[in-house]
């Protein structure tokens, strides 16, 4: 697409940020505190230089930092480098204003121990631009190179990135995490028989040929059930359940189980009711329909009723099934599991996981 005159004047400063930002990073204080959203152990792969100019606080798994090193470090390279970077004298009033970020696509430990240095390049704007210049530093030497998929696939990259959007990892020691209660907003059946599912964990078995810009991917997971009308004895499919979850680009591509821990439903019995679930990636490019079966069964001595379900939606598939809950509980003790909970799957790319909490 062609770039409005905003948007090349957004491009340049990002450029112009991404020269800057790799003349300091050698810096070994600085590159302690760039440590904390690159490294293994980060919560969110990004942060804003507001955050860094302003001084604010940032709580990470070790505690609560400040980025005082890179924001000094940020102000001294600007005044010594206007002129050989040939930099705008609003260049860091500018990065501020519009909520300009520093993002790190993949996490340091993915990279060999002798390959640590990283590679700063500006956001094309276009995400369908492939690929856009960067810059490294070696000693006082600076390489120009072009950083694009597979170059960060080989060494650690740093984006300077436009519209900041923090991506947040949860703070989750082991992986796994629990959740004992569902949120206050959302009722909880008074039936001792009920029980809470929660969507535990995702995973992405398939990387989509996108391009390198594009930090999340939103997936989500939806149910179709049953809505009975005891009036008329009839029932009605509609889908209920709606999740949205912003996958990081590094558990896409690495195929890694992602933490959710969002309430599925609250009244979740075993009688057999037939449901749809189903799995799909919003954008706005194609659209998918998820149709099934779904049933209600009053009491266990009831017949089911039955009756269709279907949702059409924008984006790309991640498959759907039948279920019945009967069978849920039938198969929540087998293999293969993860975190000790039961791996289920709408289809061979998109494995889940849902636990049961007893109120």
């Given at each position: 697409?062609?770039?409005t005159e ?13 020269k ?11 590159y ?6 690159t ?10 230089f507001k ?6 606080e ?6 609560v930092?400040?980025?005082s090193?890179?924001?000094n ?12 970077f ?10 501020i204003?519009?909520?300009c970020?520093i ?5 340091l430990?993915?990279y ?5 240095f990283?590679?700063?390049?500006g956001?094309?704007?276009d995400?369908t ?7 490294i530093?070696?000693?006082i ?6 950083v694009?998929?597979e ?7 740093l ?10 990892y949860?703070v ?9 209660r ?6 909880v059946?008074?039936?001792k ?7 535990k ?17 939103d997936?989500?997971?939806?149910r179709?059930?049953g809505?009975?009308n005891p009036?008329?004895f ?16 590094e558990y896409?591509k ?8 969002i309430?599925w ?5 075993k009688?057999?009711?037939k ?7 919003h ?10 079966t779904?049933?209600?069964?009053a009491?266990?001595?009831s ?6 379900a279907e ?16 069978w849920?509980?039938e198969?929540?003790h087998?293999?293969?599991t ?5 791996v289920?799957?709408?289809s ?8 049961i909490?007893q109120?």
């Amino acid at each position: 697409m062609e770039l409005t005159e905003g948007e090349l004047i957004l491009k340049g400063k990002l450029d112009q940020a991404a020269k800057l930002l790799s003349s300091i990073i050698i810096d070994k204080s600085v590159y302690n505190e760039v440590l904390q959203f690159t490294g293994a152990n980060r919560t969110t792969p990004e942060i804003s230089f507001k955050q860094v100019m302003n001084n604010e606080e940032r709580v990470t798994k070790g505690g609560v930092i400040k980025f005082s090193n890179l924001k000094n470090a940020l102000e001294k390279a600007y005044a010594k480098s206007q002129n050989d970077f040939d930099l705008d004298e609003d260049l860091l009033d500018f990065l501020i204003e519009n909520d300009c970020g520093i993002w790190s696509p993949y996490s340091l430990d993915r990279y060999s121990e002798d390959n640590q240095f990283f590679t700063v390049t500006g956001h094309p704007i276009d995400e369908t631009i492939p690929e856009s210049p960067g810059y490294i530093y070696s000693g006082i030497n600076k390489s120009n190179v072009v950083v694009n998929e597979e170059y960060a696939d080989n060494n650690p990259v740093l984006v300077i990135t436009p519209n900041y959007l923090e991506i947040e990892y949860p703070v989750i020691d082991d992986g796994i995490g629990d959740v004992t209660r569902p949120p206050r907003d959302i009722p909880v059946s008074a039936n001792k028989d009920h029980e809470v599912v929660t969507l535990k964990h995702i995973k992405l078995k398939t990387v989509w040929n996108t391009w390198f810009w594009t930090r999340t991917f939103d997936i989500y997971v939806v149910r179709g059930e049953g809505a009975y009308n005891p009036v008329n004895f009839s029932l009605t499919g509609t889908f209920t359940t709606s999740i949205l979850i912003k996958l990081p680009r590094e558990y896409a591509k690495d195929k890694k189980w992602y933490p959710v821990n969002i309430v599925w439903d609250t009244k979740w019995s075993k009688e057999k009711t037939k449901q749809v679930v189903g799995a799909y990636r919003h954008r706005n490019k194609g659209t998918y329909k998820i149709a099934g079966t779904v049933g209600y069964k009053a009491d266990s001595v009831s017949a089911q009723v039955t009756a269709s379900a279907e949702l059409e939606v924008s984006g790309t598939g991640l498959g759907h099934s039948e279920w019945d809950r009967d069978w849920f509980y039938e198969t929540n003790h087998l293999s293969p599991t993860y975190g000790g909970v039961k791996v289920r799957q709408t289809s061979n790319v998109f494995d889940f996981t849902l636990s049961i909490t007893q109120l």
